[in-house]
């Protein structure tokens, strides 16, 4: 199927979609009835079609439409925010609406989620020393920047209290051994369901995840490693990129799986640099791109544009 994305549907598509888009001045519209479903299944012909007939026959005014068919790997991905009208709009969809699409993606044999566009997702932020990453994350937040809430903040030190603390956001020690490694990676996940976490973010938390933590939080954990993966993964990998004499560093923010800096990748910046910077030059350099590349990861993953194609991410931006 052809990406829509970039411009207008193609000639096939184009009286579905054009369909469902209805309504007077959008841009100046209410957003509080907007929602956003996300989909990805295996590529047949007539998905835009099935989907767009769903939400028309309950109300739906396409807002944004983004899709991608990769060829590749036979799968469709599809992210659509749709302005709801009538008695169900307040609401996630209304129950007819939900269980109409629940039928399709049954159907469809598709992975989807329905919820209000906007709507704060409960995360959990885990840091250990560095602090730019936490920093830039609660100045967003508290800025209404990004669409989270921050439910806890879980360090293996006490550095950073005091600054969550006066955030009014509730700080966990919870230190790290190899004798009590299990015990604490226990605590975080009694954490997590005691706060109703939806994403757990790593903003430069320097312990390495047990196998069963990692599975257990497939696709639900976000982490800025300081290099342009691939390359430099592991240990101090502004001191690898300075032995090598590169050009240009950078950040990489990535799904968490047992493999470690190996997860599937969402977002990467690079800044430049030359020949004069030594390795605490390019660890200065680096704070920003790091912090930037998770944001937007956090950012892109809350509002729905990120789907899992095995190893690989689909960003619909």
Not at 71 to 88: A, D, I, M, N, W
Not at 149 to 177: C, K, M
Not at 227 to 249: C, E, N
Not at 288 to 313: I, P, Q, Y
């Amino acid at each position: 199927m052809a990406d829509v994305s970039a411009g207008r549907p193609p000639p096939s598509l184009q009286e579905d979609v054009m369909a469902v888009m209805i309504g007077p001045d959008r841009g100046s519209a209410d957003q509080s009835q907007d929602h956003v479903l996300s989909m990805d299944c295996p590529d047949r012909p007539g998905l835009v079609h099935a989907v767009s007939g769903v939400l028309l026959r309950h109300g739906g005014d396409i807002v944004e439409l983004r899709q991608f068919d990769d060829q590749h790997t036979g799968r469709f991905f599809l992210r659509v925010q749709v302005r709801l009208s009538g008695p169900g709009g307040a609401e996630v969809g209304g129950a007819g609406m939900r269980e109409e699409l629940a039928e399709l993606a049954d159907e469809l044999d598709a992975r989807w989620e329905l919820f209000r566009h906007g709507e704060p997702r409960r995360v959990l932020i885990m840091v250990s020393r560095f602090s730019h990453c936490l920093n830039d994350l609660l100045n967003r937040s508290r800025a209404g920047e990004l669409p989270i809430e921050i439910a806890a903040v879980v360090s293996n030190h006490e550095d950073h209290r005091q600054l969550v603390e006066w955030h009014g956001i509730p700080y966990f020690h919870v230190p790290v051994t190899p004798e009590t490694k299990q015990a604490a990676e226990q605590e975080l996940l009694d954490l997590v369901g005691r706060f109703d976490v939806e994403l757990v973010v790593l903003a430069r938390y320097m312990q390495i995840l047990s196998d069963d933590l990692t599975r257990t939080l497939s696709g639900k954990a976000i982490n800025i490693h300081h290099s342009f993966l691939p390359s430099f993964k592991g240990a101090r990998p502004y001191h690898q990129a300075f032995d090598r004499g590169v050009k240009t560093v950078g950040a990489t923010a990535h799904y968490v799986n047992e493999e470690l800096d190996e997860g599937p990748i969402i977002a990467q910046q690079v800044v430049d640099v030359d020949h004069t910077y030594m390795p605490q030059d390019l660890v200065a350099a680096g704070r920003d791109t790091e912090s930037k590349a998770l944001s937007n990861a956090v950012r892109w993953h809350c509002e729905g544009r990120v789907f899992l194609n095995g190893m690989r991410t689909v960003v619909l931006r």
